[in-house]
C-alpha cells in the first residue's frame, strides 16, 4: 500500500471545496422586488449613505471624487447597477466579509443588517432618484 501524499489529500481537499462553492452558489434564487415594498432613495436611502458614508474623511468631500456620496448623481456615478445588487460596488462594499474592504472602514460601525437589505432592494428596484 502507497502512503498517502500530503499534497494530494491538500488537493482534494481544495477540490471539494470549489465544487460545494460552486453548487451553493448555482442554488441562488432571483428576488422579486416588483413583490417588495417600494424603497425610496430620499426617505431610505439617502439617510442611511448622510450618516454612516458622505461626511469629510469618507465618502464626503473630494478625496474620493470617483466616488462621492454627497448627492443622488454621485451615488450613482460610482458604480450602482440599477437592478443588480450584487454587481453594485456600493453594495458589495457594505456586504464584503474582507475585513479590510468593508464600508464603512473602522472605527466606523458596519451598517445594520436592515440597512443593508434596504440598499439591496433599492437598487433591485431599479435605484430610482424617488
Request: charged residues 15%.
Amino acid at each position: 500500500m502507497y502512503p498517502v501524499n500530503f499534497f494530494d489529500a491538500k488537493l482534494k481537499s481544495a477540490l471539494g471545496f470549489v465544487i460545494l462553492i460552486f453548487m451553493l452558489n448555482s442554488c441562488k434564487h432571483k428576488t422579486n422586488f416588483e413583490s417588495l415594498t417600494e424603497v425610496s432613495y430620499a426617505s431610505d436611502i439617502s439617510p442611511i449613505i448622510s450618516s454612516n458614508c458622505a461626511f469629510s474623511g469618507c465618502h464626503g468631500d473630494s478625496l474620493y471624487e470617483e466616488f462621492s456620496l454627497t448627492s443622488y448623481q454621485g451615488l450613482m456615478n460610482g458604480g450602482i447597477k440599477a437592478n443588480s445588487p450584487q454587481n453594485s460596488k456600493l453594495y458589495t462594499c457594505i456586504k464584503t466579509l474582507n475585513k479590510e474592504e468593508i464600508m464603512p472602514k473602522p472605527p466606523y460601525n458596519e451598517l445594520t443588517e436592515k440597512q443593508i437589505q434596504l440598499i439591496y432592494v433599492w437598487i433591485g428596484q431599479g435605484a430610482k432618484n424617488n
